[in-house]
């Protein structure tokens, strides 16, 4: 299924004033956010309005930077990557501001990265993996983390289960 994503994946800082959304452009957040592969004649159906109004509506949250692509959701158990963890990542107080960009492009790239968090707080950064065993988080975990001058310490947290959430956050 693909999945509408409202927020930036770039390493820009989350903004703090919401956007403008009149009641329309709220509603096509929610329904492509509930169904991203919904069909423009579904959409414009589903609001009410002309299917042109509908394009140009969406066109327009795409161009604000309101709705930020589509994308597939995966099941990475069928993929062969079952065990699932959130790791927890501090990196050196003295190399910290050199390091975290090159730290986030780095494992940006690795295969088992699935989603990449730069917070502020305890950890540094928070990364969303997914592993076939415990063998392989063992070794993503000392190859790719460990391993680095950078990280001063890691906290692996496995994944038992979760959901997405397909409701979007109320604009009004």
Do not use: K, W
């Amino acid at each position: 299924m693909l999945r509408m994503t409202t927020a930036s994946a770039s390493s820009e800082p989350n903004s703090v004033r919401a956007p403008a959304l009149d009641p329309i452009d709220a509603r096509i957040v929610q329904l492509l956010t509930a169904d991203g592969r919904m069909t423009n004649a579904e959409l414009a159906g589903r609001l009410g309005v002309a299917p042109s109004t509908a394009h140009a509506r969406l066109r327009g949250l795409i161009e604000r930077g309101v709705i930020t692509g589509f994308h597939a959701s995966v099941d990475e158990r069928e993929l062969g990557a079952g065990l699932q963890a959130i790791i927890g990542v501090s990196l050196r107080p003295a190399a910290r501001r050199e390091s975290i960009v090159e730290f986030a492009d780095r494992v940006r790239a690795l295969p088992q990265v699935i989603q990449v968090f730069f917070l502020g707080g305890d950890d540094d950064f928070l990364l969303h993996i997914a592993v076939a065993d415990s063998s392989e988080m063992r070794e993503f975990v000392l190859e790719h983390l460990s391993a680095q001058s950078s990280v001063a310490s890691t906290r692996t947290s496995i994944v038992f289960d979760y959901h997405r959430n397909s409701v979007a956050a109320s604009f009004h």
